[in-house]
């Protein structure tokens, strides 16, 4: 098999890896907070022994960029925590759906960041993702744990939106693995201290979980988007990764029982078709930048 076929089999089974991540949130009987907290100690731990063990340096080129891996680390520990919470609210269809309105949530961020400007097909897009929202909603009362749930995860998307696009400006020249673990690092410092007695005293079963969503679920899956980059082209990640929850809703329905609602599929159909697009969209827009 040649490599770019081995990269985009891997590719896939990365997506399916991150999309199983929601799954914990139900699995594990911890709080949003808890979980992130033993998501990232075992996930630092595997990522830096990753580093160790392919001979790249731990450190950073410069001092400033330590700063910005504590802001880039507090923002994916925000980020982290909302996305479990929005699913232990919700449920995991809505939870993730919700999320990934982040895609179009970050075209209308960029022209804070970059020098691109706004097209009329963004604004449909937002429509459409709005239109997917409304379907996800059963009332607009935050009283409600469904449009509770659905709130979260976007402003949990919001949060994804903003890292990413600082990243992007300012951290993009680390590979995947290394830029990872030194934020997984941050999420560890900042919500340590604010996690609460049950982290003390878990269970054998719930710490095999947590250990399991920390290495299986986080640090291999960014160990590989790192090799498969090699091979693939960024614009061919972004797509993949838009599959995320169509595999993570699967994995709920077949391993969870969970049945989303008609309403939930056609919004989630709606928001992730823009997603698709937003995403297209971008890298055709970048190609013309380039050329």
């Not at 997984?184 to 340590?192: A, M, P």
């Not at 049950?198 to 969503?213: M, N, R, V």
């Not at 809703?249 to 309403?263: D, I, K, Q, Y």
Request: one cysteine or more; hydrophobic letters at 55%.
């Amino acid at each position: 098999m040649n490599p770019v076929k081995r990269s985009l089999i891997t590719l896939h089974l990365t997506v399916v890896l991150l999309g199983g991540t929601a799954l914990f949130s139900h699995l594990i009987p911890l709080n949003a907070t808890d979980i992130t907290i033993g998501r990232s100690v075992f996930a630092c731990l595997a990522l830096f022994i990753y580093l160790l063990w392919t001979g790249e340096s731990l450190k950073l080129a410069r001092s400033r960029d330590y700063f910005t891996a504590f802001g880039l680390g507090a923002l994916m520990a925000a980020h982290w925590v909302s996305y479990f919470a929005a699913m232990q609210y919700a449920s995991i269809s809505v939870g993730l759906i919700a999320l990934f309105t982040f895609p179009v949530i970050t075209v209308f961020m960029e022209p804070f960041f970059e020098a691109v400007k706004l097209k009329w097909q963004d604004v449909v897009s937002a429509i459409v993702v709005l239109t997917g929202i409304y379907l996800l909603v059963p009332t607009p009362d935050l009283n409600n744990n469904i449009t509770l749930g659905v709130a979260i995860g976007i402003a949990s998307a919001i949060l994804y939106s903003l890292r990413n696009l600082l990243h992007r400006q300012y951290f993009s020249h680390y590979g995947g693995a290394k830029a990872m673990a030194w934020q997984i690092l941050v999420i560890c410092i900042v919500l340590i201290p604010v996690g609460s007695s049950e982290l003390t005293d878990l269970s054998i079963p719930t710490g095999l979980l947590l250990a399991t969503l920390g290495t299986l679920f986080t640090a291999l899956p960014h160990a590989l988007i790192a090799n498969s980059l090699i091979y693939l082209r960024a614009k061919t990640f972004s797509l993949i990764a838009c599959m995320q929850p169509l595999y993570g809703v699967f994995l709920a329905v077949v391993l969870l029982n969970e049945t989303p609602e008609l309403t939930t599929l056609l919004g989630g159909l709606l928001i992730i078709s823009a997603s698709i697009y937003e995403t297209v969209n971008t890298g055709r827009s970048h190609q013309q930048e380039v050329g």
